[in-house]
């Protein structure tokens, strides 16, 4: 006679968030202080004035320039993409996993591993888990899909730090940029003092590189190293919870030993009472 599940593991797994959510407050944080600069300008009056093509060449070439040399083409292409990861960011929270992964965990204590296989499209906003569940469906043991999958996150995690410190390297690289353009505009104006009509030029090369290179490192770059990190620190506990759902479900034990293994990772407020 066969075991009946319990009313919870007889419902089908609640798929989560797959596609990228806008974040509001990564934009709507860089957008308004740049904004509020601007209005500051523009009250100021002659905004033209701070529109310098010289100093824009020396500023943003130059920081790009400079951090691809010190980086790669691809990791740069990795950290645009992390960039545009943070602005629409597909979301996990961490007791919404968890209580899937509780899911799963008591389908196959009941029904047997190869059962999980059913509800794999329900679990493609957790690729980590859908991976792993694979290799135990295929026979894998728990700990050798541990072991992988934990090579996985830190493959993951140096990724991550190393977009994270492209933009570092570009915070610190753009006032610098911005100091040497002060310097060129400050030979170039002293080079020319016999012609008072270069003067002008030669100062507003000199004085915007730096205004550019100040905006750049405190109005976009550390404002995003900052959020990468931080979404990549809630990424990284939901993989960890991935990894010990595989390894609990490849060794066949109680989900219920599983759900307390969740709660010592889990942040307080985000604790889960899946047999409660």
């Known amino acids: 006679m066969a075991t009946e599940l319990p009313s919870r593991a007889q419902r089908s797994v609640s798929p989560g968030p797959v596609k990228g959510v ?133 493959a993951q995690t140096q990724r991550l730090s190393r977009s994270i410190s492209i933009l570092r390297k570009a915070a610190e690289l753009s006032p610098a940029m911005g100091l040497i353009g002060t310097l060129v505009g400050l030979v170039q104006m002293l080079g020319n003092l016999e012609d008072p009509s270069t003067i002008g030029p030669s100062m507003a090369v000199a004085l915007l590189t730096t205004f550019y290179g100040a905006c750049l490192a405190n109005l976009v770059f550390n404002p995003l190293a900052s959020k990468i990190e931080r979404n990549g620190a809630e990424d990284m506990i939901v993989n960890h919870l991935c990894v010990m759902a595989c390894a609990s479900v490849g060794r066949q034990e109680n989900p219920r030993r599983l759900e307390m293994l969740f709660n010592t990772l889990l942040p307080p407020a985000q604790r889960v009472d899946y047999f409660g």
């Open 22 to 154: 806008f974040d509001l407050a990564t934009v709507l944080g860089i957008v308004v202080a740049i904004g509020l600069v601007l209005t500051a300008i523009i009250l100021g009056g002659s905004p033209g004035s701070f529109v310098d093509g010289p100093a824009m060449l020396i500023v943003f070439g130059g920081t790009f320039g400079i951090t691809t040399a010190c980086f790669s083409l691809r990791d740069m292409w990795a950290a645009f993409k992390d960039v545009g990861g943070a602005i629409f960011r597909s979301h996990q929270d961490g007791k919404q996993a968890a209580m899937q992964m509780l899911q799963v965990a008591q389908v196959a204590r009941y029904r047997g591993i190869l059962s999980i296989q059913s509800y794999l499209p329900a679990l493609e906003n957790l690729p980590m888990l859908v991976q792993g569940l694979n290799m135990v469906i295929d026979g894998s043991a728990g700990d050798e899909v541990e072991r992988i999958l934990q090579r996985e996150v830190q």
